[in-house]
Every structure is written in C-alpha cells, then in structure tokens.
C-alpha cells in the first residue's frame, strides 16, 4: 500500500508558474506508474499526466501538453508536475495517483491509489 501527500497548490496569476510535488511512502515507489487528475468546480475528474516507473515514458492530455511537465525522483518518492503558463481553466483541485504494476489509466475508475488534493486557482 502507499499513502500520497500533494503539496505546491496555491493561487497564481494568468501565465504564471507552478509546481506540485507528490511524495508517496513505502520502499516500492519505483514499482508505481504515477500521475496527475484534476477536478474543477461541478466537473468530473479528468486525467492530466502519467509517467512510467522509470520516469522514461510520459504521457499529456492534450489541454496541458506543452504547457506541463510530469517527473518523479525515486530516489525521494515524489512525483512532480510543472505547470507553466497556467490558464484560468487550469484552476482545480490535482490528485496525485498510483497504480501499481500496470500502466496508470487516464479515466479516473479502477486507479490504485490517490492523493488528498492541492488546490490549485488561475486568477485573471
């Protein structure tokens, strides 16, 4: 089992920059695909990023891409995304999720585990 703490959300101006770190415990990170899901206001759940066990293979949906940057440190249990440019559409609570030994889904059913959530607010 592992247990996952999201930290860095906060409330940022258009255009501006933000990065989330997820730290998970346990010994077993590296055994973990991790990602990131969002949820805004009266929306459902959506996917934003994945990235492999070893960090090799990533993964966008295609409102972030080019915009976000997922990556983890194994060596620190923690799972990472730049936000840049960061758009009032942006604005939502971010999960940070784990599946184990398979590659993280991109629908929000049947993930391992999930984070708290850190809140995150794009002012115009």
Excluded: H
Aim: net charge positive.
């Amino acid at each position: 089992q592992v247990q996952l703490v999201e930290s860095g959300g906060g409330l940022v101006q258009v255009g501006g920059s933000l990065r989330l770190s997820c730290a998970a415990s346990g010994r077993t990170f590296s055994t973990y695909y991790m990602g990131w899901f969002r949820q805004a206001p009266g929306k459902e759940r959506e996917f934003v990023a994945r990235i492999s066990w070893t960090g090799r293979n990533t993964y966008y949906a295609d409102s972030v891409k080019g915009r976000f940057t997922i990556s983890r440190d194994n060596a620190k249990n923690t799972v990472y995304l730049q936000m840049n440019s960061l758009k009032p559409e942006d604005t939502a609570v971010y999960y940070c999720a784990a599946q184990l030994g398979m590659v993280l889904p991109t629908r929000p059913n049947g993930i391992n585990y999930w984070g708290n959530g850190t809140l995150v607010t794009v002012s115009s």
